[in-house]
């Protein structure tokens, strides 16, 4: 693999109360061994209001793992009733910020331009984009999975330069694979990967494309982070389901290490 630091990055999504997300960040934090960040970064993205007490948790005991959060709003204040602006999650030490997450585009019909906004925003304002990709299943059935994989990481990366792009992270998730239970396979998943670094090679350059980390995301878990991982072009993972038990999030992040 190139000199890529791998990352592992918990979507716990809509779960946890403030309580909840304390335990659950403590609990992680308990089982994190320090050297652990030596050779792996690791990231939790806990729903808005968690993201402050688990930072707090995090600080308190001094342990290297980043905090995230799930959406932003690409505007930078005003009437905006609802939405989170980047500076609000800066001044809380926010690092990652996912962006058109598959449940986003789904369920509140985010487009690639909102995602690209996004993007652009996020980077304008210091914190390291998640930029998420994937198809549907009878996109795959279909065949035309690479191309319409490629054409959204081409949107969402549109305007954004390449000093920017080296910040960013992409995560490709196959909308059939998330809380479903139904892995890609290695090999599924490399494909898509390597076409997506191919894609940013053509608009970046070769060394740009290399230094920039590609994730894999879609009911990855203790048992097969490691050969997901083991895959040229996968940089790591973003986990939803086995993101919320600290015991097997742990496992994945030392599955990074190995
Ligand atoms: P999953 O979710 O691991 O529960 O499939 C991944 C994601 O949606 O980020």
Request: aromatic fraction near 8%; charge should be negative.
């Amino acid at each position: 693999m190139a000199s890529r630091r791998r990352l592992i990055a918990g979507n716990w999504k809509m779960n946890n109360t403030v309580p909840e997300a304390v335990v659950l960040a403590q609990e992680i934090s308990n089982n994190f061994e320090r050297d652990y960040s030596h050779r792996v970064d690791v990231a939790v993205l806990p729903p808005y209001v968690d993201l402050k007490p688990v930072t707090t948790v995090f600080e308190f005991d001094r342990v290297d793992i980043a905090v995230g959060a799930q959406n932003v709003y690409w505007q930078q204040a005003g009437a905006y009733t609802g939405e989170i602006s980047v500076a609000m999650l800066k001044d809380i030490r926010c690092e990652f910020c996912l962006v058109g997450h598959s449940e986003r585009r789904e369920l509140f019909g985010e487009t690639n331009e909102e995602v690209n906004l996004k993007a652009k925003a996020l980077i304008a304002g210091g914190i390291k984009p998640i930029v998420c990709v994937g198809e549907s299943l009878s996109m795959r059935d279909g065949g035309a999975y690479l191309d319409y994989v490629t054409a959204q990481v081409k949107a969402a990366f549109a305007g954004i330069d390449e000093a920017a792009a080296k910040e960013c992270v992409v995560a490709y998730e196959p909308v059939w694979a998330i809380g479903t239970g139904r892995t890609a396979t290695p090999e599924q998943a490399e494909e898509v990967c390597s076409a997506i670094r191919a894609q940013l090679s053509q608009m970046y350059g070769e060394e740009v494309s290399e230094a920039m980390r590609i994730l894999y995301g879609g009911s990855m878990n203790e048992g097969n982070a490691d050969l997901l991982l083991a895959m040229p072009n996968i940089d790591g993972g973003l986990i939803g389901g086995a993101s919320l038990k600290a015991k097997s999030f742990i496992e994945i992040v030392k599955a990074a290490l190995r």
